[in-house]
């Protein structure tokens, strides 16, 4: 009996990794992979590298890593080789002066160039995080190609408990606070108070079409959002619907495709107040129409809101006494008064489109008050002279009940 540990990643990645390497392992009769190190993986050379040839460079390693990834969206694949330049533009000091570690070739870049970035690349540790991840799956890919004998950023990814701790907490706005904002908007105060009555995402709400609404069931349809273009303007339109987009469904770098993941193709009730907004919205509109569009009738394009509305409208807000906030606390705002009212999280996993209640629990857990009002009862229980007893259950006919 043999092990083989991964334990470079996150728990996803490991698991990831481990699952595959067993599928490795069972093709090949229950033996190591050709070529498999234990504890380096894959060291192998490769058979058609010219020993006079340099190894390549972690660019070009990158691009190429980048550009097989299957599963990728033509947007996400055209950040990540925006990232890949990103990284090799990138300086950091040493005794010998300030070099870029990423600018070289592969095989050039050790565990202490990554720490070297880690510590001195000027970026929130979020962002760091990010890219790291990139990284590592450009030097495994290396590895896996046989430019490398070990990943160097194998043993340096940022701890995710230090990644939280290093976030600001979650903006919440209160009643009041949305009430000045929408007011404070104008016009488009009925898109603030649909995000927030709602919890649809920018690219989603804004991707919305008048038959996407249901005014007698009182629902929405999240099945389209607004995705970035790719490469040379490359697209991911759905078939089913592609048929159905006109001129008027077009706006500069953007497409209408699927939701952010499989899960946030959604059906989410509304309120009888956001419905009657929405009657508004919508009469006299055309069924594939945008509910929401700017004064000229277009689709609203993300860069030109935030110039247009947003700034001016913080700016507004921080004269009037309200602290500023992003577009995305609306969504935030939506799930805290939804667990201040005892919305169950499972509920709210499926109306936010989550794929995982863990997503939602890491995220939204702290709200929930249950606990600390349980251990704020127990202590004035103490204080006030009672005793403190433990909850009882009593079984009695196939029944139960709690008894204190």
């Known amino acids: 009996m043999q092990t083989e540990t991964f334990s470079a990643g996150s728990d996803d990645q490991n698991l990831a990794r481990a699952e595959g390497f067993r599928r490795m392992v069972e093709a090949g009769g229950h033996e190591w992979p050709d070529g498999w190190v234990k504890g380096m993986g894959f060291v192998r050379p490769r058979e058609d590298a010219d020993p006079m040839q340099p190894p390549p460079t972690v660019s070009a390693v990158g691009e190429e890593y980048v550009r097989q990834i299957v599963d990728l969206s033509p947007g996400q694949r055209k950040r990540y080789l925006d990232q890949v330049r990103i990284l090799a533009s990138v300086e950091v000091p040493s005794t010998r002066g300030a070099y870029r570690p990423f600018d070289q070739p592969v095989t050039s870049v050790h565990e202490a160039d990554v720490k070297a970035w880690l510590i001195d690349w000027d970026r929130s540790l979020k962002t760091k995080a990010n890219y790291h991840g990139l990284l590592y799956g450009v030097f495994n890919y290396a590895l ?59 690219g989603e709400v804004t991707a919305l079409w008048v038959s996407d609404v249901d005014l007698v069931h009182r629902t929405i349809r999240i099945n389209k959002a607004w995705k970035r273009d790719g490469e040379n303007d ?171």
Not at 152 to 157: D, G, K, Q, V, Y
Not at 159 to 183: G, H, N, P, V, W
């Open 144 to 202: 896996e190609q046989g430019f490398l004998t070990v990943n160097p950023c194998a043993r340096t990814a940022p701890k995710r408990s230090r990644i939280r701790q290093s976030q600001a907490d979650l903006r919440f706005l209160t009643e009041a606070e949305l009430a000045t904002a929408a007011r404070v908007a104008g016009a488009d105060g009925d898109l603030l108070t649909v995000a927030v009555g709602t919890g649809l995402r920018f």
């Open 234 to 404: 490359v697209q991911e339109t759905p078939s089913w619907l592609r048929k159905s987009l006109r001129a008027k469904h077009e706006m500069r770098g953007h497409h209408l495709g699927n939701p952010k993941t499989p899960k946030s193709r959604r059906t989410v009730t509304i309120s009888s107040e956001i419905a009657w907004l929405l009657s508004r919205l919508v009469e006299g509109k055309a069924a594939d129409d945008f509910v929401f569009v700017t004064p000229t009738g277009r689709p609203i394009h993300n860069a030109d809101f935030y110039e247009r509305v947003w700034h001016p409208l913080m700016k507004k807000l921080t004269e009037a006494g309200v602290p500023p906030f992003r577009f995305h606390d609306l969504r935030h705002t939506h799930v805290a008064w939804l667990v201040a009212g005892g919305a169950p999280l499972p509920h709210i996993q499926a109306r936010l489109g989550h794929e995982s209640i863990t997503t939602t629990i890491d995220t939204y857990g702290h709200l929930l008050p249950i606990g600390d009002e349980l251990i704020a009862d127990i202590i004035d229980t103490a204080l006030r002279g009672g005793e403190i007893r433990p909850a009882m259950r009593i079984i009695s006919g196939g029944s139960a009940a709690t008894q204190s």
